[in-house]
């Protein structure tokens, strides 16, 4: 059971990946979860993607476990893209110290 889990994990995290591959990874500071309306406040570098600079502001997140993964104060690198005008977290990952 285990192992199926793993390999389940394994499958989504090669998934999610694969689906990312074309947006670039992004420096972020989070500095605002909000669990009720499934947002996050983020300090982030350049998104050349979306023609964005660095700044502070709220995103949209694509599925609100990516709220779980982070608290305020953590360094993250994220992916962000527009989805159907809005906004959006992509994915999110503690960065390496
Ligand atoms: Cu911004």
Redesign the pocket.
């Known amino acids: 059971m285990k192992r199926l889990l793993i390999s389940l994990a394994a499958a989504l995290v090669a998934g999610a990946a694969f689906a990312q591959a074309a947006l670039p990874k992004v420096q972020a500071e989070v500095r605002r979860v909000d669990a009720a309306t499934q947002k996050i406040t983020l300090k982030?570098g350049d998104?050349p993607n979306i023609d964005?600079g660095a700044?502070t502001?709220a995103f949209r997140v694509k599925d609100p476990a990516l709220l779980e993964k982070v608290k305020a104060g953590d360094k993250v690198v994220i992916t962000a893209d527009k989805v159907d005008g809005n906004l959006t977290v992509m994915s999110i990952e503690l960065a390496k110290p």
Do not use: L, R, S
């Open positions: 982030h998104i964005m700044m502001m």
